[in-house]
């Protein structure tokens, strides 16, 4: 079946502009995650949704970061006012809800690469 | 918060050696241990995951141990070949109020296996 599908899979944005970034999570799961990962680093969470609701979003920067999921799908990444070192891969994770005995394993997309000038 | 440290942060090996990678957590309070494989341009993978009641867990050719008391966990691929080049990630992490497992991971192992 389909995996986890982000897009678009490279930006290329002027610093100070504003970008969306949108995470399809695998039909089903519940559960979505938002990474940063900068060049030669690991993962760095920034915010987890469970349904519509983020119960944790303490990794997000900075008020410039934000997100949004709706209908338990589509997530949204929003950056406002970018800068230079914003610029990183942003990865996608999805999983089946903790209550349906699922939330270990998180299934990735394959990253947007966001490159701020 | 939880603090995950990962040796070596670049592995050469030939075709047919054993690779082996470490990784080291702070927080006692962990109790799930993935491990994640990354391709070049595509997300990570999970490829073997340990819980803290387990001490070692093996896939074919792949294997887990993970030490409780000494907080260290360890990855070792057997028999490696060269299509098991990737990028290598741990990661500790615990349930949260939720439910679900939020990861700290490692800064990577850059594993090249050589023909």
């Known amino acids: 079946g389909a995996g986890v599908s982000q897009s678009p899979s490279n930006k290329v944005t002027e610093k100070g502009k504003d970008v969306e970034l949108r995470c399809d999570p695998i039909s089903g799961h519940t559960a979505l995650y938002w990474y940063r990962q900068r060049l030669g680093q690991g993962l760095e969470f920034l915010i987890y949704f469970q349904g519509n609701s983020a119960p944790d979003k303490s990794g997000l920067p900075s008020d410039r970061f934000s997100a949004e999921r709706t209908g338990e799908s589509v997530s949204t990444l929003t950056i406002q006012r970018t800068q230079q070192e914003d610029s990183a891969v942003y990865l996608c994770?999805?999983?089946?809800?903790?209550?349906?005995?699922?939330?270990?394993?998180?299934?990735f997309g394959p990253g947007t690469r966001l490159t701020v000038l | 918060g939880e603090n995950v440290e990962q040796h070596p942060s670049t592995l050469s090996v030939q075709e047919g050696d054993s690779a082996v990678i470490k990784c080291t957590y702070s927080d006692s309070a962990s109790n799930y241990f993935p491990w994640y494989k990354q391709e070049l341009g595509k997300g990570p993978q999970l490829i073997i995951d340990?819980?803290?009641?387990?001490g070692e867990k093996k896939d074919q050719r792949i294997a887990v141990t993970l030490n409780k008391t000494a907080k260290h966990f360890s990855l070792h691929i057997t028999e490696t070949q060269p299509e098991d080049s990737a990028v290598y990630f741990c990661?500790?992490?615990?349930?949260?109020?939720?439910?679900?497992?939020?990861?700290?991971f490692g800064r990577g192992t850059s594993l090249i296996v050589h023909p």
């Open positions: 994770a999805s999983s089946l809800s903790p209550t349906s005995g699922g939330g270990d394993e998180q299934f």
């Open positions: 990661a500790a992490s615990n349930r949260t109020p939720g439910g679900s497992y939020i990861p700290t």
């Open positions: 340990i819980r803290s009641n387990v």
